[in-house]
């Protein structure tokens, strides 16, 4: 009995060890996850403003450009798939990838060939484990991304769009990130950059009661357009890779805290179970003196006799 005793505190201490441990990883979470909200709030009216500066641009012109122009006949797209470097963080990899793989199903069976960039460890190692091709992979900095990270990730991006399909452009250009809706809900979704639906900009505008500006060119339309192409794409990751931060540690976070609060159940068992085994030691015990004692007065009575 004593040698399970000893194997029950031998497990309460371990674990109590371990709650330390995902204790700490949750504050962690919690702090960062303040932050990355922070610049998510930061970064997202300037994103949308520039979405609707293209979009008066291109609505306000008739020049074929990248940025607003869809081809006749698409025939090749980038998919821009955003996880995470590290684990510990629940669902949260494996809903984006699922999300990027339906929209490659998706994209396939509309006749397109796809072409999938991946920014984060985790996603590099599920397609790498599954021999995928990969276009490009960035990694190193999902935690806390910065504006020159959105620049690199666009940088390709960029470039495919602006060849042509025989020369290994790209028609179409989408993003599956993770939203960050609050510290309970983040969703995975995607979106497609390029080109840009206008009237759908337009509409959301219009139901919000918002007016698109109106602008004079100068040097021309076409100019402007190639101006706010890098700029758009660049400040749409940008947000996207923030987005995708905070939502990562936010699953973070919940994740320790569910750890945590198993980590303590199973402690109150383990005593539990560590004070049955003390008490049928002392039990034992007891048993083993009364025994004894009884044993030695029948034999000293028969000694007397």
């Given amino acids: 009995m004593g040698a399970q005793l000893r194997v029950y505190k031998r497990r309460i201490r371990s674990v109590t060890a371990t709650k330390k441990i995902t204790k700490a990883?949750?504050?962690?979470?919690?702090s960062r996850v303040v932050k990355a909200q922070r610049k998510v709030a930061a970064s997202t009216p300037y994103a949308r403003e520039l979405t609707r500066a293209v979009t008066a641009v291109g609505t306000g012109s008739n020049t074929k450009h990248p940025l607003t122009t869809e081809a006749d006949n698409p025939t090749r797209a980038a998919v821009l798939l955003l996880t995470s470097?590290?684990?510990?963080?629940?669902?949260?990899?494996?809903?984006?990838?699922?999300?990027?793989?339906?929209?490659?199903?998706?994209?396939?069976?509309?006749?397109?060939?796809?072409?999938?960039?991946?920014?984060?460890?985790?996603?590099?190692?599920?397609?790498?484990f599954r021999e995928r091709t990969i276009a490009e992979t960035f990694t190193g900095f999902t935690d806390?991304?910065?504006?020159?990270?959105?620049?690199?990730?666009?940088?390709?991006?960029?470039?495919?769009?602006?060849?042509?399909?025989?020369?290994?452009?790209?028609?179409?250009?989408?993003?599956?990130?993770?939203e960050f809706v609050s510290m309970m809900t983040q969703t995975a979704v995607d979106s497609r950059l390029?080109?840009?639906?206008?009237?759908?900009?337009?509409?959301?505008?219009?139901?919000?009661?918002?007016?698109?500006?109106?602008?004079?060119f100068e040097p021309s339309a076409e100019d402007v357009l190639d101006a706010l192409l890098p700029r758009y794409v660049e400040s749409r990751i940008y947000?996207?890779?923030?987005?995708s931060a905070a939502s990562k540690h936010a699953a973070t976070r919940r994740a320790m805290k569910s750890a945590t609060d198993n980590a303590g159940e199973l402690i109150n068992t383990l005593s539990r179970l560590a004070n049955a085994a003390r008490q049928a030691e002392i039990t034992q015990e007891i048993s083993e003196i009364v025994g004894g004692a009884s044993a030695l007065a029948d034999a000293t009575a028969g000694s007397d006799n």
């Fill in 25 to 30: 990883m949750e504050m962690i979470a919690a």
């Fill in 85 to 128: 470097d590290r684990g510990l963080a629940g669902a949260f990899n494996a809903n984006a990838i699922k999300a990027a793989e339906q929209l490659t199903e998706r994209l396939e069976r509309e006749g397109k060939q796809v072409d999938t960039y991946i920014v984060g460890r985790r996603g590099v190692a599920h397609y790498n």
């Fill in 144 to 178: 806390e991304p910065s504006y020159a990270d959105a620049k690199k990730v666009a940088a390709p991006l960029i470039e495919a769009i602006q060849s042509e399909t025989a020369d290994g452009g790209v028609d179409e250009l989408h993003i599956v990130y993770t």
């Fill in 194 to 216: 390029l080109p840009l639906r206008l009237e759908e900009v337009a509409e959301e505008s219009a139901t919000k009661g918002e007016i698109l500006p109106l602008y004079d």
């Fill in 239 to 243: 947000n996207a890779l923030l987005q």
